[in-house]
């Protein structure tokens, strides 16, 4: 299929892209990598008159630290993460997850912010904004803010993002030395969305989990945060009961919906094998 | 199994030596002339507006907006085209009691399938037509879809094509005799039923026309990505009015076929209507999400079988039935109810049992149809049989590769006909089997994974042997009636500089066939194979054949190719006999110089005959008419077809708690006879393999209970991909086949014919610590769970 006709142009700043898309109304969309607008712009699923390309815009950027807080901007791309230190240094979180979504293409140009934007359930990386505690940061007409990952998921492909909003990075609370970090999935092939997924980050001292972030992806209409199962483990080590406690956790923080190929059953088990598996190597020390 | 040395056993042959396929590199540097690049003058594109609903009647269509948008030259519906092409139904007359509605380009007044095409637009843009598309209206009435095997067959319910009395297409029945009374007195029954998907072909490159009609000279060029252009090129002439010699199909370079491109397709009927309405080049290529509404499906069959066995484990008969669903009607002009036919034929085809008794049932639904997809019925027979023959050496107490070595025909008692009718002229089943026991290593298998089971960690070995349809003869087609030829032609000429220009019947979509057939000319001519130019694929210019179908390109077109090159020859050496005053047969050619047959000693250039034969004739003998270009047709006679046989094997891995299975490694031994290219053949092997492996493992159209394809796009269609792919031990046992010169057999369909089947008793033998077994193709992760009890 193709695209239906559209303008197209191309922001050179902050205030260029804002007061393009607000002069376009709701016809307008903010194009970064385009691995998944254009893909919806070819099916015909979407077709906005304007796409305004957010790529040259400087402030949107690179990848720094902040007080606390590792800022890393928008269009930081997939493959960047890989490669960029200070990402495999205070947000190895990240670093573990980007080799898991798709395929080197596409991580060459999918960015940070779109995918965090987009807000995919099955993504990897809004999930993992969740297990980190980050907090995105967005401009729009009236301003700019920072909302907490936690808030910033609202429902199936809705964000706290306002339409003519832009993320323009994203603040991840910098790794620690008292930290442990997983993650892993379960995908039919590497590179596919996954079945389930997960990425958690605990904060410990010695063998005790002092506190511990759990995040799920692909179990719903939004990546999930399983706080029960987050409780059952604070305050203990990672024993095999307690794991076995987390696991058993699940079924009340998730209710993964029906489809065709996974039943939401067997869906429930296999975020049950993933938790323990991941828990376990946790408890490793990984 | 070794064949007396001959002629192409010369040790400097190009025959058995790994060359490489002289278009990879053109193909790799994207050189390649794909009908999708093609952009001719005046060209408007076409676009289809599909049908939402699997089953429904055509109230009306309003298409006016359509029509008036500016870029939009023509939107035209069924009833349009049926103005000028004449319908086609596909049955074929051997397929006794066979039936199928009638087809036009678009239909007049029902849908019966989700995808269906209803109308098209042809616009200055592909863009634009869709635009168009997005503004017609079509008024539809739901009818009852049929969506499953099941409620097609079920007494009372709805019918798909009103008028018959229920939704079969075709019966057929096999019966040796003897069949109950063998289940009698066996000491062993095992029975079990299958389920296979369906799944589709995806070729990289998706179906592409451009149809080219000159209202001026009343001719019809067709750019064509099929793997058939004269049977192309017969269907477009009858169907359309336009005699055959003003039609003309062009296949140049094809991204991938498989088999699925050699089907009439109604938007490919639909746009040669179209560019002759407007008199005008139309191009259509089908995207992805077309592709897996549109392109044929195969497999999806039902199989129920059990197999008897005496006390010792000898198998003494197997009893069959197949229920097949295909679309609402058969497939032009091959049919749907090949792939049935060969499932009940190559059941126990490697076996030696002499009692079989099949029931095929051929069912309508309201689903895209099925037709021959690479291996057609291969997967299904093979993977019934070999899990019966694991599960009878279960219940007998015998090792899989006892149970065989007992069961299997021995290779020195050829000629052997099957059970189902075919004959077999030799085949080495015992060789392969012991070949594939040493390169699988198979006691250091089994003992790892005894070790392995211990620590939680289940491995299974699965093995399976098959028996590949090749080289078929008229049997095929042709006695049904359909302008299908299994014969090929080659056109040779030695050019004035003295190279070879070979223009042949089969054609290439990326397998080879044009590099072996210069490797066969340049080996038989006695020339460089640089020297040898080979041209397929244009119907204006290469003589008519067969193509590529079934598995033929080596065997037929190969045999057509070096019996024109030995004519070639006859005539050149009969010419260098007159100028250098010797016996014709004192002459030989080697390296593209004439030399003397006993010695070898040089006498003079190919390059000078044709010097002289071309610009100095004044200089020959009087009365010599120099014959430097040679026509031969080839048809395989002798037996009707040249089966070939192989087995294969498998070492993979399950994970008990998420159900997903990793193939650690995969094993062939295969016996395609003369082996022309072994690089060309492995690669056949491997590409086989992977998509054996695609369907055992990934590939499965999954449908609605409304009829919709919810998985059709390649996000959701899982295609096997590198990662996921082990590495693939090859070994080869070479019986050539005594009815031709060559001794080449195919191999193109062996990967596929028993990898399925390997995957599925190997998963099983992995699960056998559990008392859980699968029995359904593809093996899901759902699919090891549920068997496992683990939700
Ligand atoms: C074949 C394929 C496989 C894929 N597999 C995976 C996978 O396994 N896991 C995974 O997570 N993803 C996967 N993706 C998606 C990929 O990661 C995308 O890159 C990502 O989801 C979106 O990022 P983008 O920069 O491409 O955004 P775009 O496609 O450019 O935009 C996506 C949406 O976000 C909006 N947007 C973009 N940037 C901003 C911003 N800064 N502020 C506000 N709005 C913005 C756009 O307006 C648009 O609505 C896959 C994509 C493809 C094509």
Redesign the interface.
Known sequence: ?????FSYFRAATIDQALDAHARAGDDARFIAGGQSLVPALS??LQAPRLLIDITRIGELRGVRREGGFLRIGALTRHCEMLSEPLIAEFAPLLHAAAPFIAHPAIRNRGTFGGSVAQADPASEFPAMTLALDAEIEIIGPSGSRRVKADDFFVDLFETALQPGELITAVFVPLFKADQRFAFDE?A??????A?VGCGMLATCTGEIIDDIRISFFSVGNTPTRVKGTEATLIGSSLGAERIAAAQAALASDLAPPDS????P??R???AR?LLGRMLGRLGEGA | MSAPLTSLDRPNSYIGRSVPRPNAKRLLAGRGRYVSDLRLPRMLYAAFLRSPHAHAKIISIDAEQARALEGVHLVATGADLAKICTSWTGTLDHFKGMTSTPQLPLPLDRVVWAGQAVVAVVAESRAIAEDALELIEIDYEDLPVVADIDSAREAGGPLINPGNANNVCFRSQLDSGSVDDAFAHAAHVVEEEFCFGRHTAVTLEPRAIVADYDPAAGALTVHHATQTPYQFQDLYSRHYGIPEARVRVIATDIGGSFGMKLHVYHEDMAVVGLSILLGRPVKYVADRIESFVSDIHARDHRVRARMALDAKGEILAMDVLDLTAIGAFSTYPRTSVVEGNQVIRLMGAPYRFKNYRATLEVIFQNKVQTSQYRAVGHPIACAVTERLVDMAAAKVGLDPFAIRAQNLIADDAYPQTSPTGYRFEALSHQACLKRLHAIMDYDALRAEQAELRKAGIYRGIGIAAFVEITNPSPAFYGVGGARISSQDGAILSLTPSGEVRCLISVTEQGQGTEAIISQIVADQLGLAQEHVKVITGDTEVTPHGGATWACRGAGIGGETALQATRALKRNILEIAALILQEQPSALDIINGEVVDAGTGNQRMPISEIARIAYFRSDTLPPGTQAQLTVSHHFAPQGYPFAFTNGIQGCSLEVDVETGFIKVLKHFIVEDCGRVINPMLVDEQLRGGIVQGLGAALFEECRYSETGQLVNGSLADYLVPMPMEMPDIVIAHVETPTADTELGAKGCGEAGTAAASACVLNAVNDALLPFDATINSIPITPAKVLKALKRF
């Open positions: 299929m193709k695209a239906r006709a099916l015909r379960l039919r092939r590497r590179g596919d969305y079945l065709d190929e996974v039943p059953a067997m429930l088990h296999l094998v």
